[in-house]
Structure formats: structure tokens, C-alpha cells
């Protein structure tokens, strides 16, 4: 209950503020919000996120998971692990990237599985269930 009301309350609402949100599948949005969860849920535009703010910002969604995939703190004792999350989040932005949130099945928000956050719990069905709808953001 308490990761739920954490990304409903504090990471959809700064998300739900990208340009495009609404244009995005669920996939795409499903990235993003990996990538908030585990770099913050106020990234867009922020210090730092020069790369991933104006590739969403132009809507250059063909680069977005090279742009995620700079944020893996490179020389690092964690590098490995978040490149691996990275990329991740770069092939769930892909999938079924040619539809749009009107064509795509209502289902709950996805998340990529991490062994060192409780993301993983998510995929349980009794979890998923109680997972705000991505259409419903």
C-alpha cells in the first residue's frame, strides 16, 4: 500500500507534467517511471538530465533509450547494474512503441523488476491489481 500511494502521489504528478505524456503508450510511460523511481521523480528538466529532458521535450522518442542509457554512472562499482536497468527500460520503451494509450489494453502499470528495490513485488497479481490504470493518469 505505501509504494502505491508513493507513485501516485509523488511520481505521476511530476511525470504527468513531461510534454507528451499523454501521447505516450504505456510501455513508454512505464520506462520513465522506472527511471524516475530509481533517479527521481522531478528529473525532467532537472540539473544534470540535460539529455533525457530535450529528447523528451522534442519529442525525439527514437533516442530515448540511448538517452536513458547515459544515466548508468559510468566508472563505477554500480555501472554494470544500472546499464543492465537501463537498458531495460530502453527495450520497454520500444515495445509497441507504434501504438498509442486509445489503442493500447488497459492494463495496470508495469514496472522493470530491480533485486535491490521492492519494484519486483509489483509483478504479483494481486499487486498489479491495485496499480492505478496508466489511462486514468
Not at 28 to 32: F, V, Y
Not at 46 to 62: E, H, Y
Given at each position: 500500500d505505501l509504494l502505491i500511494s508513493q507513485i501516485k502521489n509523488e511520481f505521476l504528478p511530476p511525470l504527468t507534467q513531461i510534454p507528451y505524456w499523454n501521447q505516450m503508450n504505456m510501455n513508454?510511460?512505464?520506462?520513465?517511471l522506472s527511471f524516475a523511481y530509481n533517479l527521481g521523480a522531478r528529473f525532467y528538466g532537472?540539473?544534470?538530465?540535460?539529455?533525457?529532458?530535450?529528447?523528451?521535450?522534442?519529442?525525439?522518442?527514437?533516442e530515448v533509450p540511448d538517452?536513458?542509457?547515459?544515466?548508468?554512472?559510468?566508472?563505477?562499482?554500480?555501472?554494470?547494474?544500472?546499464?543492465?536497468?537501463?537498458?531495460?527500460?530502453?527495450k520497454l520503451w520500444r515495445r509497441c512503441d507504434h501504438l498509442t494509450m486509445q489503442e493500447s489494453p488497459k492494463h495496470p502499470i508495469r514496472f522493470l523488476p530491480s533485486r535491490r528495490t521492492s519494484f519486483y513485488s509489483i509483478f504479483s497479481s494481486d499487486v498489479q491489481s491495485q496499480l492505478p490504470k496508466l489511462d486514468e493518469v
Open positions: 513508454q510511460r512505464g520506462a520513465l532537472s540539473s544534470g538530465f540535460n539529455t533525457i529532458t530535450r529528447v523528451l521535450k522534442n519529442k525525439q522518442w527514437n538517452a536513458l542509457y547515459l544515466y548508468r554512472n559510468p566508472g563505477t562499482n554500480v555501472e554494470a547494474g544500472l546499464a543492465r536497468r537501463r537498458k531495460a527500460e530502453g
